[in-house]
């Protein structure tokens, strides 16, 4: 009987729960498309920020290591060293499923045809990976340490390309070197020579790297929690964020998040006022039905969890039919004002369904009134 | 035996208005009484507190052994429920059920629902073949029986009308009386309020009300 009171009420009251069905569906076809936004672009966000490189470095502390031999600096410029052979195997122990690349560097001032150049010693598969907006023209190294890689802007004034050779020295030092690829990072890099670390070493005569950049995906909480790890492996260096990505990233997120949740408040209201007021003028109509339910001994529970269920389903049918448009709506507005594409999030179904039940329900406010109904006055037509 | 009914110095004021003024007499089971007098008289006040609808300011209404008036709200809706059976002047049917749903809705509110039990009360009252018209398809006699069938089928132990031939022409007022009749050969204890002489005097026992207090009680007839 419940189900059939239950379907008999909704369809007797169709117009007027038709205008509150449509303020529950209007307000889940938008929150479920922002909550659809916020998942999807945050999840978008932290991999477009993961993607611009390294976002962790590690390097010696000032007082430690030791110098590069015949560089010519005094020592108070003169930057500290590392031991590869123990910070990399430290690395690699201390870092999570999620490091994606790690790159020791070990910078110095070679010449190629008595022309300074800045040259980078490292593994080259590794540097490559931890900077994903670098683009290369030939091919990777296949493993011979004798072949590297140069900037484009050394490229053209050396009138390098993939497959030349020449001689990069350092003192009195000298390489024969291959190039596989000329790079073109769209910064300080296209002025660098790229060497495998093994001969870079061997030409600054010493062992050693100066700093090591890495880089992980995920959130900024996964970041900081590999920085954490890394600083407890390597108590002696200087192991950082890099803020400028991470902070910008949390930033930008943190707005995000404060802005969207900000309109599901206004919406959850303002969709909550528009039900309090159909059920207002719901419940003046309903006294004498109320009054007569009263009289025939329904008790006010039963009554009045009879128009609070008849609320729920306004709710949940609102919300069921809000998240599907919903999805089409964040489609839409990922393709046409943010240039992505947003896919669809399952989990934000549940919540908007369950949302819009709660504010259905916040919205039969009205129905306490009913309470108050006293059947003698209502059914002597008072 | 104990009388079904008992009234005792019942009193009701509205504000400074006393609608009930000291009102006594008892109803036997299974007799058929007309409450009668003019407008503003206290007939419907003496119903309304009779059915658990509203509450004496003093005195004592008991029905089938327990005093209305002690009642809470919780008890008064199970009072309404069990003991009461109410057909008004204006039918109150609910307009979005069919007759059929119209008497299970007080089946629903006392226990549980029997659609064969409401069919079949329905068909006592003549109504067989309108089970499934909402009472906008019904005429006005025709909802009124539904109201008769909705009252009975908890089968209380008192029958309320209130101007139950109030609203009804002729031909359906003749229908009305007749179950009332019905009813009452069948042991039912009926308190009717009306206005008209020719239908008190269908009642075992006229009770005359006069500004709130008995005017007339004769004993049964």
């Known amino acids: 009987m419940f189900g059939l009171l239950l379907w008999k009420l909704l369809r007797s009251n169709r117009g007027r729960l038709a205008v509150a069905l449509v303020a529950v569906t209007s307000g889940a076809t938008v929150i479920s498309a922002l909550l659809n936004l916020q998942f999807d672009t945050e999840r978008k966000l932290t991999q477009e920020f993961r993607s611009l490189g390294p976002n962790i470095v590690i390097s010696a502390q000032p007082t430690s290591g030791a110098a590069i031999p015949g560089s010519g600096q005094t020592a108070a410029t003169t930057p500290a060293l590392m031991d590869d052979q123990t910070v990399l195997p430290a690395v690699q122990g201390a870092s999570a499923q999620n490091t994606v690349a790690v790159a020791p560097y070990l910078y110095f001032v070679a010449r190629i045809d008595q022309t300074p150049v800045v040259t980078a010693g490292t593994l080259i598969g590794e540097a490559i990976r931890s900077e994903p907006t670098w683009k290369l023209t030939g091919h990777l190294p296949t493993g011979d340490p004798r072949e590297c890689g140069v900037g484009r802007n050394v490229a053209r004034q050396f009138g390098l390309s993939s497959g030349s050779q020449f001689d990069i020295s350092y003192t009195n030092r000298t390489e024969h070197l291959t190039v596989a690829f000329v790079l073109d990072a769209g910064g300080a890099e296209d002025n660098q020579v790229f060497v495998d670390l093994q001969p870079a070493e061997g030409l600054v005569g010493l062992n050693g790297i100066e700093l090591v950049q890495i880089r992980v995906d995920g959130t900024s909480q996964q970041v900081s929690d590999t920085v954490e790890k890394l600083r407890q492996a390597l108590p002696g260096y200087d192991v950082r964020p890099i803020r400028a990505v991470t902070q910008a990233e949390g930033n930008l997120l943190d707005r995000t998040r404060l802005l969207i949740a900000s309109m599901i408040v206004l919406i959850l209201v303002l969709t909550a006022l528009c039900v309090l007021a159909t059920m207002a003028a719901l419940a003046m109509e309903r006294r004498k039905n109320v009054g007569l339910m009263k009289a025939l001994g329904g008790s006010i529970s039963r009554i009045v969890g009879l128009f609070l269920a008849e609320l729920g389903v306004l709710g949940a049918a609102g919300g069921l039919i809000g998240c599907a448009a919903g999805i089409v709506l964040s489609r839409w507005m990922g393709e046409r004002v943010f240039g992505a594409s947003i896919a669809p999030r399952w989990d934000v179904f549940p919540l908007t369904i369950v949302l819009m039940v709660g504010v259905a329900l916040a919205g039969a406010l009205p129905l306490r009134l009913l309470g108050k109904v006293k059947p003698a006055v209502i059914l002597r037509g008072e | ?221």
């Open chain 2, 1 to 221: 035996m104990a009388p079904l009914v008992e009234i005792e110095n019942l009193r009701k004021e509205f504000g400074s208005v006393r609608a009930l003024d000291g009102v006594s007499f008892n109803v036997e089971a299974g007799e058929w009484i007309a409450i009668m007098g003019p407008s503003g008289s206290g007939k419907t006040t003496l119903i309304n507190i009779l059915g658990g609808l509203d509450t004496p300011t003093s005195g004592r209404a008991i029905v089938d052994g327990t005093d209305v008036a002690r009642l809470d709200e919780a008890g008064l809706t199970r009072f309404r429920a069990e003991k009461i059976g109410f057909v008004f002047q204006q039918f109150h049917l609910v307009s979005y059920l069919t007759a059929l749903e119209n008497v299970m809705l007080a089946q629903y509110f006392h226990s549980t629902t029997d659609q064969r039990e409401a069919r079949a009360e329905l068909e006592r009252v003549g109504l067989g073949d309108r089970l499934d018209h909402l009472p906008g398809e019904l005429s006005g006699g025709e909802q009124q029986r539904v109201a008769v069938a909705r009252a009975l089928i908890n089968h209380p132990k008192l029958l309320l009308a209130d101007e139950p031939t109030g609203n009804l022409d002729e031909a359906n007022e003749q229908l009305v009386l007749r179950l009332l009749r019905e009813l009452h050969d069948e042991g039912h204890t009926i308190l009717m309020v009306t206005h008209a002489p020719e239908i008190g005097a269908l009642a075992d026992r006229r009770i005359d009300l006069a500004h709130g207090r008995l005017a007339h009680a004769p004993a049964r007839v």
